[in-house]
């Protein structure tokens, strides 16, 4: 069965350090998305990718946070210099993106990074 | 406004029996999609089930059914016949319209399993 790809799966650094988030979608899958998630809360979208287009990044604190993905397939998101609230859980979703599906557009995860910023 | 909400922070139910889980949105669009996911405490997000606004039955997928009351905007998630597997968090999300691919999310209700 096809899955979302993300390493690494845990991540601890120290404030002022920078990270790097990588995820590989499902095989196929136009759209990707960046998410990050708070414990015990939904999760907050970063950026949205169609292929290699970032269709938004409104929330993404452009400042300290990059999202790229060159070839229209895996993805990375880095985080320079990380903050003590960018503790989270990180995760990638992807989802066929194709026109036509509509509302029923489905989106798979990957198992997600925890970070910990010290 | 809440356009999804949850009104359920956690529940506690006896393995075996069936749980539902609320779920009401808020939209104008005539066409929506819902969903429900599950987050166990390993934290990877598992798609359980979708409902769309024009779908004349409810979803049901295995254990797991959709109780949706369009006039109410109610979308409420039935796992029938509960089990330690189950717990877990629970998020209901939306999608407004057929062409932003983005999800709405709640705030999720922390569902624990009783043996």
């Given at each position: 069965e096809a899955e979302v790809a993300q390493s690494p799966r845990y991540k601890i650094t120290e404030k002022s350090q920078a990270v790097a988030f990588w995820c590989d979608p499902i095989s196929g899958h136009a759209t990707l998305y960046w998410y990050r998630q708070i414990l015990g809360q939904g999760p907050e979208l970063l950026v949205q990718f169609q292929d290699e287009s970032?269709?938004?990044?409104?929330?993404?604190?452009k400042d300290r946070f990059s999202a790229e993905r060159l070839k229209g397939v895996d993805s990375t998101l880095k985080i320079q210099?990380?903050?003590?609230?960018?503790s989270a859980m990180y995760l990638c979703a992807s989802s066929?993106?194709?026109?036509?599906?509509g509302s029923r557009e489905t989106q798979y995860f990957g198992p997600g990074t925890r970070l910990l910023v010290l | 406004a809440q356009k999804i909400t949850q009104t359920q922070p956690g529940m506690f139910v006896q393995e075996k029996e069936a749980v539902t889980l609320d779920c009401t949105y808020d939209t104008s669009d005539p066409s929506y999609g819902l969903f429900w996911y599950k987050q166990p405490s390993s934290g990877e997000m598992i798609f359980l089930i979708y409902q769309g606004s024009y779908d004349q039955q409810n979803a049901t997928e295995g254990r797991y059914s959709l109780n949706f009351q369009k006039a109410r905007k109610s979308a409420n998630l039935v796992i029938s016949a509960?089990?330690?597997?189950?717990s877990a968090m629970y998020f209901c999300a939306m999608r407004e319209?057929?062409?932003?691919?983005q999800l709405i999310w709640g705030a999720g209700t922390k569902l624990i399993i009783k043996p």
């Open positions: 970032v269709v938004d990044d409104s929330q993404l604190p210099p990380a903050e003590l609230g960018d066929l993106g194709v026109g036509g599906s | 509960s089990q330690l597997g189950d319209g057929d062409s932003n691919y």
